[in-house]
T-cell receptor, first 116, second 116 residues
Framework: AQTVTQSQPEMSVQEAETVTLSCTYD???????LFWYKQPPSRQMILVIR??????QNATENRFSVNFQKAAKSFSLKISDSQLGDTAMYFC?????????????FGKGTKLTVNP | GAGVSQSPSNKVTEKGKDVELRCDPI?????LYWYRQSLGQGLEFLIY????????KSGLPSDRFSAERTGGSVSTLTIQRTQQEDSAVYLC??????????????FGPGTRLTVL
């Protein structure tokens, strides 16, 4: 079974600075997708960024980028120019594309606080 | 609708009672997922629907949990004889449902269930 590990339960960063959230995963599959979701206090899970395992190029979405290391099974999220609105829980998630279910397997999350 | 909606937003019930949680996915999305978010277990997959059928029910924790989807749209998650350990936030997500993990799952705001 796939597992996702987020080793940082909590992190904080000063506004405008850069922060990196860590995620590692375990799978024997070769084709899969990885995601970072953000969950603010409103509970709404919002997709931040996604990465297809077959792509070597790291995904980027505005201030958010990933460092995808397939051999090391690592998928970290970098947030540049942190803003107060980035304060939230961040979940790393894995999706296996085999077997048809496409369910997400989540890590335990990292609580990020952006300080003014 | 504009997004995934869930009702009720909050539900408080007494141990032993049955509860029904509703999810209304984004129009046109054929895939629907239920997840449970609890303090001790993080985010766990419960069940996956493709249209009205549920090819993956592997996450349902016991036979007290069931779900159905009618008309390829609205889904209801039913918990019978609720127990205190059922207290959690129940999240619903939907996607277009094409194969290969190319679809982003969009989440609803969740239903917070409290069993007294």
């Amino acid at each position: 079974a796939q597992t996702v590990t987020q080793s940082q339960p909590e992190m904080s960063v000063q506004e405008a600075e850069t922060v990196t959230l860590s995620c590692t995963y375990d799978t024997s599959e070769n084709n899969y997708y990885l995601f970072w979701y953000k969950q603010p206090p409103s509970r709404q899970m919002i997709l931040v960024i996604r990465q297809e395992a077959y792509k070597q190029q790291n995904a980027t979405e505005n201030r958010f980028s990933v460092n995808f290391q397939k051999a090391a099974k690592s998928f970290s999220l970098k947030i540049s120019d942190s803003q107060l609105g980035d304060t939230a829980m961040y979940f790393c998630a894995f999706m296996n594309t085999q077997g048809g279910s496409e369910k997400l397997v989540f890590g335990k999350g990292t609580k990020l606080t952006v300080n003014p | 609708g504009a997004g995934v909606s869930q009702s009720p937003s909050n539900k408080v019930t007494e141990k032993g009672k049955d509860v029904e949680l509703r999810c209304d996915p984004i129009s046109g999305h054929t895939a629907l997922y239920w997840y449970r978010q609890s303090l001790g277990q993080g985010l766990e997959f419960l069940i996956y629907f493709q249209g009205n059928s549920a090819p993956d029910k592997s996450g349902l924790p016991s036979d007290r949990f069931s779900a159905e989807r009618t008309g390829g749209s609205v889904s209801t998650l039913t918990i019978q004889r609720t127990q205190q350990e059922d207290s959690a936030v129940y999240l619903c997500a939907s996607s277009f449902g094409t194969s290969g993990g190319t679809d982003t799952q969009y989440f609803g705001p969740g239903t917070r269930l409290t069993v007294l």
